[in-house]
């Protein structure tokens, strides 16, 4: 929480990175050290640069140590025990990102990010999607005279190596950032192993089957981006933003292995099979956009017309070789998969924002429209060898999803001595459907409109602790993948397809969260409700001995949760930190005749101490008890580390930094069980989690101010995160 009065003042001015507001503090001086984590009940701050720890590690071993935020052994990131949730960077969602981050953020280094920020209260004028909130990765720093400044950085870890470079330059009304980040696994490849298992109860030939793949993974990552401003008049500022993201992993050399084998019910073998697997896995993002406000005062009153586009790419390619084969096999001996995807998108949006009645109230509104269209093909090669492989009509799919959004809002804040209030409104219509180039499926285009209300009320007792009670509703739309009807058939007597007639969930939270923020204890405490009826969930079906599965509208989800953050400043430069949140999971399914309930524990402590002398420690742990589901549960897991750094020169200008986490065990096990009428399956993921590494890092030049941004940012964040098995990169 907040170290000092002087650190309070500080927070005060920092400008909301998702608002994109902007100050000039040259004449401002803070001399309390800033916190590693802030917090105000709606939005919880962690500041990775003051954390030395997770210099040299991903951001995916970052997260792992924010509040509120969780990572299982699938590398699926929970917020509130939450998977649905929405990305974005700078303010700006990025659907390439948020579709693949679990193969994006173990590569990406955490250094590529200064701070990370998880809203669970967002307002009427953020798209309704999202149940579980946001989470923003702030890439930019904002510390105004003419001038340049950039830092150069260096890493070498088990994980990965890589580096990175950064500048920032202002002349006259120009001002420019730009940014370079590259990393790779290739001195140490990744290993892991995943053992899926499964019990079909109602096949006698094939009652049992054991699958293994082990998986040889190097990666490269590279990511940068280029920010401009330049202020036209003294009302009106005009910025251009481009970001991309790109990661290449492949699994070759005959050194990641597929394997299955079948039982019938007397525990006979009656099939068994190994093939090789050579693959290349490829995602990459580019986004582009531009905005232009208008000031029609120096009171805050502006209008904001803004432009984004989105191109996402997506490329999964193996050649599954079979080496080993007894019995009744369900595979060719040579198979060749390509899966490829495309996604374009342009976003307009126009906001209005309105202070009046000095200060104390605020109206906000506006449009937005987006244009959506995801294209993806896929096909099969089967055959004896390479050779003599043909495509199977059957396994081909070649569509275009189509979804087009057009969105308005209004919201209100006022403030009435110590009580303050916020209301809002926001409609959506969503024209969405699928036209498919290839096979016998039909098109289709449905129309889903949602009405999404959000309220909150706040009492200040004095002006370092308040209480907050706010409820807010949410929606998800469902996937391509969820809504695709295409047979996808990976694991032998295994099929999974989408369903086209899903419409958005429905989500309704209410809160009431307490907030206190002294000088030595600071922190919050709170409980939360929340329901959905027409939660999309896994729907499970036997064709003869195949287990079919898709998705429906046919959840029914309760949870209760109690939750609670403390941070102690045991003197002036030493902190202690710890964070938990205890939730009562309740599902249930009348059509299916499914339920399922069961308490998850999610914790975390953080001590760090910072010495004049330029030394800064980190020490670091937590633990995930068992999650629910629907149809089974997930198992748990923890998490430990430490990290050290010593700064040099003037300004303490050069850093250098030493981390280790997970290391006392070579491999994280976790493991996930799908339980229903008839059918029992396990996924049991073995990973090398741990981690030493070193990273040295050099700032110069002397410019303290950013480049500026619109007063609004456009962020798209409306689909859904439920999805298939995980299998790997």
């Known amino acids: 929480m907040l170290a000092s009065s002087s650190t309070i003042f500080a927070q005060e001015l920092e400008p909301d990175s998702i608002e994109g507001s902007y100050y000039d503090l040259e004449d401002l001086i803070v001399v309390a050290d800033k916190p590693i984590v802030q917090t105000d009940g709606a939005k919880l701050t962690y500041n990775l640069e003051e954390d030395p720890s997770t210099k040299g590690n991903t951001l995916l071993d970052a997260l792992r140590k924010v509040p509120m935020v969780s990572v299982?052994?699938?590398?699926?990131?929970?917020?509130?025990?939450?998977?649905?949730?929405?990305?974005?960077?700078?303010?700006?969602?990025?659907?390439?990102?948020?579709?693949?981050?679990?193969?994006?953020?173990?590569?990406?280094?955490?250094?590529?990010?200064?701070?990370?920020?998880?809203?669970?209260?967002?307002?009427?004028?953020?798209?309704?999607?999202?149940?579980?909130?946001?989470?923003?990765?702030?890439?930019?720093?904002?510390?105004?005279?003419?001038?340049?400044?950039?830092?150069?950085?260096?890493?070498?870890?088990?994980?990965?190596?890589?580096?990175?470079?950064?500048?920032?330059?202002?002349?006259?009304?120009?001002?420019?950032?730009?940014?370079?980040?590259?990393?790779?696994?290739?001195?140490?490849?990744?290993?892991?192993?995943?053992?899926?298992?499964?019990?079909?109860?109602?096949?006698?030939?094939?009652?049992?089957?054991?699958?293994?793949?082990?998986?040889?993974?190097?990666?490269?990552?590279?990511?940068?981006?280029?920010?401009?401003?330049?202020?036209?008049?003294d009302n009106d500022l005009v910025t251009l933003n481009t970001n991309i993201h790109s990661v290449h992993a492949y699994l070759k050399d005959n050194k990641s292995i597929f394997s299955s084998s079948t039982y019938n019910d007397k525990h006979e073998l009656t099939g068994k099979m190994s093939r090789y697997v050579d693959a290349d896995v490829v995602n990459t993002g580019v986004t582009a956009g531009t905005s232009w406000q208008h000031n029609f005062n120096d009171d805050g009153h502006k209008t904001i017309l803004s432009y984004l586009y989105n191109h996402g790419y997506h490329k999964l390619a193996a050649d599954f070789i079979m080496f080993e084969s007894y019995g009744d096999i369900l595979a060719d001996p040579f198979e060749r998969m390509d899966n490829r995807g495309f996604n374009n998108e342009h976003t307009l949006q126009?906001?209005?924002?309105?202070?009046?009645?000095?200060?104390?109230?605020?109206?906000?509104?506006?449009?937005?429209?987006?244009?959506?269209?995801?294209?993806?093909?896929?096909?099969?090669?089967?055959?004896?060898?390479?050779?003599?492989?043909?495509?199977?009509?059957?396994?081909?799919?070649?569509?275009?999803?189509?979804?087009?959004?057009?969105?308005?809002?209004?919201?209100?804040?006022?403030?009435?001595?110590?009580?303050s209030i916020i209301a809002g409104l926001r409609y959506e219509h969503t024209r969405m459907g699928i036209d498919f180039h290839a096979g016998d499926n039909p098109d289709f285009i449905n129309h889903l409109n949602d009405l999404v209300p959000n309220a909150a009320i706040s009492y200040m007792f004095s002006p370092?602790?308040?209480?907050?009670?706010?409820?807010?509703?949410?929606?998800?739309?469902?996937?391509?993948?969820?809504?695709?009807?295409?047979?996808?058939?990976?694991?032998?007597?295994?099929?999974?397809?989408?369903?086209?007639?899903?419409?958005?969930?429905?989500?309704?939270?209410?809160?009431?969260?307490?907030?206190?923020?002294?000088?030595?204890?600071?922190?919050?405490?709170?409980?939360?409700?929340?329901?959905?009826?027409?939660?999309i969930a896994h729907k499970y079906f036997m064709e003869g001995n195949t287990f079919c599965d898709t998705y429906a509208n046919i959840g029914h989800e309760r949870s209760l949760a109690f939750f609670g953050f403390l941070n102690w400043t045991i003197v002036p430069r030493m902190q202690f930190s710890v964070n938990a949140r205890l939730t009562r999971q309740m599902f249930s399914s009348p059509e299916e005749n499914l339920s399922n309930a069961g308490w998850n524990l999610n914790y975390g402590a953080n001590w760090n101490y910072s010495l004049?002398?330029?030394?800064?420690?980190?020490?670091?742990?937590?633990?995930?008890?068992?999650?629910?589901h629907l149809d089974g549960y997930n198992s748990g897991w923890h998490y430990y580390g430490f990290g050290i750094s010593k700064s040099f020169l003037k300004d303490d200008a050069l850093t250098l930094t030493v981390n280790a986490n997970n290391f006392l065990q070579k491999r994280n096990i976790y493991k996930s069980v799908t339980a229903i009428k008839g059918y029992y399956s396990t996924f049991e993921n073995k990973n090398e989690n741990w981690n030493v590494g070193i990273s040295l890092s050099w700032r110069f030049g002397s410019l303290k101010s950013d480049v500026k941004k619109t007063a609004v940012s456009i962020s798209n964040d409306d689909k859904s995160s439920v999805s298939g098995n995980n299998g790997g990169f």
Request: proline letters at 3%; aromatic letters at 12%.
């Open 72 to 233: 299982d052994g699938e590398n699926k990131i929970r917020i509130n025990g939450q998977e649905n949730f929405k990305i974005y960077v700078n303010g700006k969602e990025d659907p390439s990102l948020t579709a693949n981050y679990d193969q994006i953020f173990k590569a990406m280094p955490a250094d590529a990010v200064v701070k990370i920020e998880v809203i669970t209260e967002p307002g009427a004028k953020y798209d309704a999607e999202g149940t579980a909130g946001i989470l923003n990765l702030v890439t930019v720093t904002k510390n105004s005279t003419d001038g340049y400044s950039g830092s150069v950085e260096a890493s070498f870890s088990k994980m990965q190596t890589g580096g990175a470079v950064y500048g920032r330059m202002k002349k006259g009304k120009l001002s420019m950032s730009a940014n370079i980040d590259y990393a790779n696994s290739t001195l140490f490849p990744q290993h892991t192993e995943s053992t899926p298992t499964s019990i079909n109860y109602e096949s006698t030939d094939a009652r049992y089957q054991t699958n293994s793949l082990k998986q040889r993974v190097k990666y490269n990552y590279l990511g940068g981006g280029i920010n401009m401003s330049y202020d036209l008049t």
């Open 350 to 419: 126009f906001d209005y924002i309105n202070p009046f009645g000095s200060d104390r109230f605020l109206l906000e509104s506006g449009a937005k429209a987006v244009w959506r269209r995801n294209d993806a093909n896929s096909y099969e090669l089967l055959g004896k060898d390479e050779a003599s492989a043909v495509e199977s009509p059957a396994d081909r799919s070649d569509l275009t999803q189509i979804q087009d959004i057009y969105a308005s809002y209004a919201s209100f804040t006022g403030k009435f001595n110590s009580l």
């Open 612 to 628: 004049s002398s330029g030394f800064k420690f980190n020490v670091y742990g937590g633990q995930n008890t068992r999650g629910y």
């Open 464 to 535: 370092a602790s308040n209480l907050r009670f706010a409820y807010q509703m949410r929606i998800s739309r469902p996937t391509l993948n969820q809504i695709n009807p295409f047979r996808q058939n990976y694991i032998p007597n295994y099929v999974e397809s989408g369903n086209p007639d899903l419409s958005n969930e429905r989500a309704n939270k209410i809160s009431l969260t307490y907030s206190n923020f002294g000088r030595v204890f600071g922190g919050n405490i709170g409980v939360e409700y929340s329901t959905i009826d027409n939660a």
